[in-house]
T-cell receptor, first 113, second 114 residues
Framework: DAKTTQPTSMDCAEGRAANLPCNHSTISGNEYVYWYRQIHSQGPQYIIHGLKNNETNEMASLIITEDRKSSTLILPHATLRDTAVYYCIVRGPPGGSNYKLTFGKGTLLTVNP | DAGVTQSPTHLIKTRGQHVTLRCSPISGHKSVSWYQQVLGQGPQFIFQYYEKEERGRGNFPDRFSARQFPNYSSELNVNALLLGDSALYLC?????????????FGPGTRLTVL
C-alpha cells in the first residue's frame, strides 16, 4: 500500500502557482520523497525528489516540512500542459523492501485557462 | 539521448494466449523494472531486474515472468492471459546502486485481452 495521502483533485488557473500537498506521516529516516506525473495514457514522468532539504529544478520545487511528515510540490507558473495526475511516492534505498515505486491514486491537477 | 523504449505500442490477444513485451533501457542504465497499470489506477510494481537477476517482485501470479539480457534489455512474459490482464504495461530503467536511483519510464505497451 502507498505510504502517502494526496487530495483526489485540484484546480489551478493558468499562469498561477500550483501547490500540491502530500502527507507521509510514517516516512522513515532513509526514505526519499519522489514526485512523478502522468499525462493521459503516457508513461509517468519524473519531476523531482528529496530527502529532507528543499529542492528545486527546472520543472518544480519540493518543500519538505522539518518533521518530514508532509511535503508540497510547487509548479511556479502552471500551463495547460501541466494538467496531469501527480503522484507523491515514498521510497527506500536500493535493495530494500521499499525500494520499488508504490503508486497511490495521485492528484488530478487540472489547469484552467 | 534516447529514452526508454518499449515494443509493441499496442497489442490485442485472446484469453489463454501468451504475450511477450520488450523494453530497452536508457543507455548506461543497468536496472529495469516492470509495472502494470489498469484503467483508473496507479501503476503497480511487477518485477525489478539488475545485472540479469531478479531483485524484487510484486504481488503477481506465476503466469508473469521476466528476464534481463546481457545488453540490459528486458522481456516481460505473461502466460494464459485473462481478461483482467488488459492494462498498460510500463517499463522503467535506472542506474541502480545509488542512494537516489531515479527510475525513468517508457511510453508503455497497451495490452488488450479479448
Amino acid at each position: 500500500d502507498a505510504k502517502t495521502t494526496q487530495p483526489t483533485s485540484m484546480d489551478c488557473a493558468e499562469g498561477r502557482a500550483a501547490n500540491l500537498p502530500c502527507n507521509h506521516s510514517t516516512i522513515s529516516g532513509n526514505e526519499y520523497v519522489y514526485w512523478y506525473r502522468q499525462i493521459h495514457s503516457q508513461g509517468p514522468q519524473y519531476i523531482i525528489h528529496g530527502l529532507k532539504n528543499n529542492e528545486t529544478n527546472e520543472m518544480a520545487s519540493l518543500i519538505i516540512t522539518e518533521d518530514r511528515k508532509s511535503s508540497t510540490l510547487i509548479l511556479p507558473h502552471a500551463t495547460l500542459r501541466d494538467t496531469a495526475v501527480y503522484y507523491c511516492i515514498v521510497r527506500g534505498p536500493p535493495g530494500g523492501s521499499n525500494y520499488k515505486l508504490t503508486f497511490g491514486k495521485g492528484t488530478l491537477l487540472t489547469v484552467n485557462p | 539521448d534516447a529514452g526508454v523504449t518499449q515494443s509493441p505500442t499496442h497489442l490485442i490477444k485472446t484469453r489463454g494466449q501468451h504475450v511477450t513485451l520488450r523494453c530497452s533501457p536508457i543507455s548506461g542504465h543497468k536496472s529495469v523494472s516492470w509495472y502494470q497499470q489498469v484503467l483508473g489506477q496507479g501503476p503497480q510494481f511487477i518485477f525489478q531486474y539488475y545485472e540479469k537477476e531478479e531483485r524484487g517482485r510484486g504481488n503477481f501470479p506465476d503466469r508473469f515472468s521476466a528476464r534481463q539480457f546481457p545488453n540490459y534489455s528486458s522481456e516481460l512474459n505473461v502466460n494464459a492471459l485473462l481478461l483482467g490482464d488488459s492494462a498498460l504495461y510500463l517499463c522503467a530503467s535506472s542506474l541502480w546502486g545509488l542512494t537516489t536511483d531515479t527510475q525513468y519510464f517508457g511510453p508503455g505497451t497497451r495490452l488488450t485481452v479479448l
